[in-house]
């Protein structure tokens, strides 16, 4: 196994911190369906939290939980939403390993902009799987991504997925 330490380089995504930001956030009003661009990758809703891909992933599958109340502070959190958020977090990873089989995965929040949140006043989960090798020359040196698939093939891919597990 190769001891070195890679860092996980996403420098597209600067593009997205440096941008003008729409005053609406586009995760809050997602507790039904609607006709939205982001409905398409909305993957579940449970009671206080939902989960959709990132439009920005930094690896193909890249997940995101969040609460539908607008909140920047994990500590604000009611008890219900914390608990919901990481069970559906838990189930998030468990469908993501059944449909992709990574090697392994990065979970966490990035809490306010100095730690690198794009969307500081409305905490996320990010569920980032990987693969060995998974960091290659492209990002790098071109600037850009290599991902797989549309994110709307991977949203139906994983939302068949999900409705699989419920039934299990």
Wanted: aromatic share 8%.
């Amino acid at each position: 196994m190769d001891s070195v330490k890679r860092p996980l380089w996403a420098p597209w995504r600067i593009d997205f911190l440096r941008a003008k930001k729409d005053k609406k956030c586009f995760l809050c009003g997602q507790e039904k369906a609607t006709d939205s661009e982001e409905e398409k990758i909305i993957i579940a809703r449970g009671r206080t939290v939902f989960a959709l891909l990132n439009r920005y992933p930094y690896n193909s599958g890249h997940l995101m939980i969040a609460p539908y109340r607008h909140t920047g502070d994990i500590s604000e959190l009611s008890a219900e939403e914390r608990n919901e958020l990481m069970e559906m977090s838990v189930k998030a990873k468990e469908v993501l390993h059944k449909l992709m089989k990574p090697d392994g995965y990065n979970i966490g929040f990035n809490l306010g902009a100095a730690a690198g949140a794009g969307v500081a006043d409305h905490i996320h989960m990010h569920i980032v799987p990987r693969w060995n090798g998974d960091t290659n020359f492209m990002p790098v040196l071109a600037d850009t991504r290599v991902v797989p698939e549309t994110l709307e093939k991977t949203a139906e891919l994983l939302m068949r997925a999900w409705q699989n597990k419920n039934e299990n």
